[in-house]
């Protein structure tokens, strides 16, 4: 009789645990569409430069920014449940016009930074693997982009799935590389605990870390990327959606955090171990053949291009969110995205240093990153707006430090690069 209660209760539990999955795979996709700026080239850029010149000592930067970055999506995704807008929107009702162009003026600041650093990964992709010459996988780079975002038409489910199949393709290629690696893992442990800035450029490269890991672009594109979610708007419907796209966060950017860490480790046990000071993209491609073999290469190269095509299309589609947003300006992608092209091609036609080109933009953006979380919070903590999801008071003090800490982190920069200290 007690075995047959077993059964019983075990053929109840499994169509529960079955109907629990199905739940939360209608609510997963966004926050993998915005992973995908985290593992963006910046990334390789700045965790290639930080491995090859200190070792593993930056890996703790990676933690602790991904530690914010979830934080920060979590916030934006709230807000965008709570109201059913996006921020930008928010930001047009309760701030005035001309606060508001000031906003979008300093994010398309942004937006361009990070699709200079977007559209050079997929360029140097493309040249890399297919020795395509700069200039031509520059704009093959764009057409690509293009069709991305076109795709969007038939659904955001189908950009996702996409982008998601481009995540996949990251992780495992940083896989190889760490299986090929062989680093210690015994100084990667403590320094992943263990914070430490050796030097002035340390802390350079660390802001840029922090620039390139927590992207202003997409705190924005979150709050809008949740709303075809948002179907049941009862304070109960709410909560539950706030439920699983927490879940949605914590999966997608700690994948996006191992991604991240394996490029210092790889740099590092690869680079800084055989005394090489990385400093272009091109020269950490050819030096992983005669260091690891073709394969290490190939993974390389292949992760750079699958990055830069899905960063690129979701930077386009996050910048038409910020233009609209604040002043109701409706540019045609196409048009933004030829704009917002001619950086990059800039960089490639005067042959500029890729990899210092991308480790600065990643800089600009962490001085642009205070922006969006002051909107935020200035937002979150209205109960008239936000009801029910309205901000405690120890999400708002850990928001106002999270802010002061990035700050304090620029002004430090801007003291070392001016007295000469970086």
């Known amino acids: 009789m007690e075995n047959d209660n077993l059964i019983i209760n075990d053929s109840l539990a499994a169509p529960k645990q079955i109907s629990k999955v199905k739940q939360l795979m209608k ?64 930001c047009a009702t309760v701030f005035p016009r001309s606060v508001n162009w000031i906003f979008w003026i300093v994010a398309e600041i942004g937006a361009m930074a990070t699709d200079l650093a977007e559209f050079l990964g997929g360029t140097l992709g493309l040249y890399l693997l297919f020795h395509i010459p700069m200039i031509y996988a520059g ?41 090929l690696a062989k680093p210690d893992w015994v100084e990667v442990g403590i320094h992943t605990l263990i ?29 809008q990327l949740v709303q075809e979610r948002g179907t049941d708007t009862s304070n109960e419907g709410k909560l539950r959606h706030l439920k699983m796209e927490k879940i949605d966060i914590t999966i997608a950017m700690n994948i996006a955090f191992i991604v991240n860490a394996a490029m210092v480790v790889v740099s590092a046990a690869v680079f800084y ?27 390389f190269g292949i992760a750079l291009l699958a990055s830069g095509l899905s960063s690129s299309a979701v930077g386009t589609m996050a910048g038409q969110t910020i ?76 928001g106002v430090l999270i802010a002061a800490v990035i700050i304090l982190l620029n002004v430090v920069l801007l003291y070392l690069t001016f007295t000469g200290k970086v």
């Open 27 to 90: 609510f997963i996709g966004p926050a993998f569409v915005v992973s995908v700026a985290y593992v963006d080239p910046g990334n390789f850029a700045t965790n290639i430069s930080g491995g090859s010149q200190f070792n593993y000592t930056l890996i703790w930067v990676i933690l602790w920014s991904n530690i914010l970055a979830i934080f920060l999506q979590t916030m934006s995704a709230k807000l965008g449940i709570a109201t059913g807008r996006n921020l930008p929107e928010m």
């Open 139 to 179: 704009l093959l780079t764009g057409l690509i982009t293009f069709i991305i975002c076109y795709l969007e038409k038939y659904g955001q489910k189908v950009v996702e799935i996409i982008i998601a199949a481009f995540v996949t393709v990251i992780s495992i290629a940083y896989a190889i590389e760490l299986f």
């Open 273 to 299: 171990r055989n005394g090489m000071i990385v400093d272009s993209i091109e020269q950490a491609h050819t030096s992983l053949q005669p260091l690891l073999g073709s394969l290490s290469s190939g993974a």
């Open 323 to 398: 233009m609209k947003g604040f002043v109701n300006l409706s540019i045609p992608k196409n048009v933004r995205r030829i704009i917002t092209m001619m950086p990059a091609l800039v960089v490639i036609a005067l042959g500029i240093n890729p990899i210092y080109a991308l480790i600065l933009s990643q800089v600009a953006l962490s001085f642009i990153l205070p922006f969006p979380i002051f909107q935020m919070l200035t937002i979150a903590k209205r109960k008239d707006l936000m009801g029910i999801l309205v901000n405690k008071r120890i999400v708002q003090l850990l």
């Open 195 to 223: 914070p430490s800035l050796p030097n002035g450029a340390a802390v350079f490269i660390a802001v840029g870390m922090l620039g390139a890991t927590v992207m202003p672009h997409v705190v924005y594109y979150h709050s």
